[in-house]
């Protein structure tokens, strides 16, 4: 089994930051790309920022600019730096990782999800 535990959610004022963590832990062989995805209320869950193990990322249009994707392979860790924040911006912010286990079995694995809310 693998975790996923996401921290660094909170209120914050418009023009503000923040910088959300993201742990895995459990039954690891290899952590391929981690991300952050986002859903506000009444809306679908999307995309925010992707990174590969290579350190290779991709970006939402809406973020280009303002957040910033990185990772510590070492320690399995995702972080998601949020700058300039809109309250467009507030969601609940999920951690994702695509995970092969020690018995090499592959699988998306999902966080339970942190609470940003950026107040105008």
């Known amino acids: 089994q693998v975790q996923l535990v996401e921290s660094g959610g909170g209120l914050v004022q418009a023009g503000g930051s923040l910088r959300l963590s993201c742990a895995a832990s459990g039954s690891i062989f290899s952590i391929n790309t981690m991300g952050w995805y986002r859903q506000a209320p009444g809306k679908q869950r999307d995309l925010v920022a992707t990174?590969?193990?290579?350190?290779?990322?991709n970006y939402a249009d809406s973020v280009k600019g303002r957040f910033t994707i990185s990772r510590d392979n070492a320690k399995n860790t995702v972080f998601l730096q949020m700058n300039s924040l809109k309250p467009e911006d507030t969601a609940v912010y999920y951690c994702n990782a695509e995970v092969v286990s020690r018995d090499f079995y592959g699988r998306v694995y999902w966080g339970k999800g942190t609470l940003v809310t950026v107040s105008s």
């Open positions: 990174i590969t193990s290579g350190g290779r990322t």
